[in-house]
């Protein structure tokens, strides 16, 4: 474990002493337009910024008021973020995925008084505002050069915010912080489609600040590359606030299709994925390999290089210079999470001289519950329980230990929002309960095996997790991804394990050229399920499948609404 913690008491305050220890060090790499280069941004300069636009907000009767943000991971999004938090209101971040009305129900949910926006919502938030139905005071526009009567450019109050400080207003430079108290309300996108208002405090997120860097190392010359939607608390906590805490900076993605160009631009050693992200550029690589006739070539040489490893002569940055150069070259570690990810992708990644490994967590944990250790991971465990946390498994399964995950420690949400119901239903004798299925192995590993409420109970009583056979019919090149659910009999009563598969028609053509027929993708796809139920006790082997072409209805989370799905049915 790592021992270079540095205390901090709230978010203000790591603001305050992040400046003092890396003031002239480069905080943000940021682009002025799309395609331009990146330009450096320090610490002693952000903190002007969130200083004089805090200044400004409160200046406006925004003090101890509701305030969204929404627009994409971009510097004036960070600024915003920390101008609210570390002495003005309450911050509540907007997916930028959901539509108006789905907007305007969170707006109207928390009370919010004031948004902050690109150009891209103006006549979303400008009609809403007008009809009034919210309470809605101020609107506060990113990329607008100049305010007029309707609304306000972020650039210019945050001059006027300057001068106000200029004149002697210490308003937000003197604000005291409640450390536990609700200073933030983050909106979940649950797979049921019912957001619920996360509630959090300063000393929520830097209770997991202070914890993750045990057992992951984050230095001052270190770059994250930030592509996940900062909306997300797993971005907001670990790919923008962790950077700030340890002195680190932050390089602004401009786009998914711009990730392997903005890689070689930025060069950064850290990048926060999910699962989808990671695949797809191991994919990449095993599909440029193949494409080039070194597929045989590259297996050898990882093999080669296990041995040499052995003994401690690793030559990944010599075999495998092309490859690390596709991720820009310097890539210190790749941290998964949102979603499980396969073992064999992380270590495939790893095979490939770049350090991967995954982490879990809940919106509801500021996120963190458990993260794998740099220097020992395992590629099959969520993680590693960090010091001061706790998890523990409600009711374990006496032959496979398998019980609720619950988390305690002072990462632990407040509650919901306007919803004690809620909370009430989570939150037991000091933990709180995930959900999640899972177990812990000797070494306090968290291993997960599914969602409480996926679980398919067969007539004999037996457990089916999903998410377990999905992970293994995902290892099937010709499937980009999978839907497990149970459907009992209607002729023998038995509990039927029924999988609907998207096909991955480019490994397909790979087999069966451009002309091929639905019938054959099925055949295709059902020999190597075949291969699969050999290895499958019987209650969990699959009986029937759907080839589809469509993708699976979806979560902004990118997360598969696994109900709408399933109760379609197989015809």
């Not at 971009?74 to 973020?81: D, F, N, T, V």
């Not at 789905?102 to 004031?114: H, N, R, S």
């Not at 420690?409 to 299925?437: I, R």
């Not at 509990?495 to 490994?507: C, G, P």
């Amino acid at each position: 474990m790592y021992r270079d913690i540095r205390p901090i008491i709230d978010l203000k305050q790591m603001m305050e002493s992040s400046v003092e220890l890396y003031g002239d060090n480069i905080a943000f790499h940021v682009k002025d337009k799309v395609g331009g280069p990146y330009r450096g941004i320090t610490y002693k300069e952000a903190k002007a910024d969130v200083d004089a636009l805090g200044t400004a907000l409160n200046s406006l009767g925004l003090k101890g008021k509701c305030i969204s943000i929404i627009g994409d991971n971009r510097y004036e999004w960070a600024i915003s973020y920390l101008a609210v938090v570390c002495g003005t209101g309450i911050v509540v971040p907007l997916d930028k995925e959901l539509n108006a009305s789905e907007l305007e129900q969170l707006i109207k949910e928390a009370g919010v008084e004031c948004i902050i926006y690109t150009n891209k919502y103006e006549k979303i938030f400008q009609d809403m505002k007008n009809r009034g139905e919210t309470n809605l005071k101020f609107l506060i526009n990113m990329d607008a050069e100049v305010s007029d009567e309707t609304r306000l450019s972020l650039r210019e109050i945050t001059e006027a915010g300057k001068v106000l400080m200029e004149n002697g207003n210490r308003e937000f430079l003197d604000a005291q912080i409640e450390r536990d108290v609700m200073s933030i309300i983050l909106f979940t996108s649950g797979t049921t489609g019912i957001a619920k208002g996360v509630m959090l405090s300063h000393g929520n997120i830097v209770e997991d600040l202070m914890a993750s860097p045990t057992l992951l190392e984050v230095r001052p010359e270190d770059v994250f590359f930030s592509v996940l939607p900062i909306h997300h608390t797993y971005e907001c906590t670990c790919g923008f606030l962790m950077p700030l805490y340890r002195g680190a900076s932050i390089a602004y993605c401009e786009g998914l299709k711009y990730i392997v160009k903005n890689l070689s631009e930025a060069r950064p050693t850290i990048f926060l994925g999910v699962p989808l992200i990671v695949e797809s550029l191991h994919k990449k690589i095993w599909q440029n390999a193949k494409k080039s006739g070194k597929a045989d070539t590259l297996k050898k040489v990882i093999a080669i290089n296990k041995i040499t490893k052995k003994i401690g002569l690793d030559l990944a940055p010599i075999f495998f210079k092309q490859i690390i150069a596709l991720f820009g070259g310097r890539m210190k570690v790749i941290i998964c999470g949102g979603a499980a990810i396969d073992p064999n992708i992380l270590q495939g990644i790893r095979d490939f001289g770049v350090n991967a490994v995954q982490g879990y967590g809940l919106t509801e944990c500021a996120p963190i519950c458990a993260l794998n250790p740099d220097k020992y991971p395992k590629n099959d465990a969520a993680g590693y329980i960090p010091p001061g946390f706790g998890i523990k498994i409600h009711e374990p399964d006496p032959e496979t230990g398998i019980g609720e995950i619950c988390a305690r420690g002072g990462n632990v949400m407040l509650g919901y929002y306007n919803n004690p119901e809620a909370s009430a239903e989570v939150l037991k004798d000091g933990w709180f309960h995930t959900g999640d299925l899972g177990y812990l192995d000797e070494d306090n590993f968290v291993h997960i095996t599914g969602r409480i409420k996926n679980v398919i109970i067969t007539k004999n009583g037996k457990n089916v997790y999903p998410e377990e056979i999905e992970n293994y019919i995902g290892r099937i090149p010709y499937v980009s991804e999978s839907l497990i659910w149970g459907k009992d009999s209607e002729e023998t009563g038995e509990t039927l394990i029924f999988a609907s598969i998207r096909a991955d028609y480019d490994e397909v053509k790979e087999v069966l050229g451009e002309n091929y027929t639905d019938e054959q993708v099925e055949a295709l796809i059902w020999k190597e399920i075949d291969k699969l139920n050999t290895d499958l006790p019987f209650f969990k082997r699959i009986k029937k499948i759907d080839v589809r072409k469509e993708e699976f209805e979806k979560t902004t989370g990118k997360k598969i609404k696994r109900f709408v799905d399933a109760n379609k049915g197989i015809q």
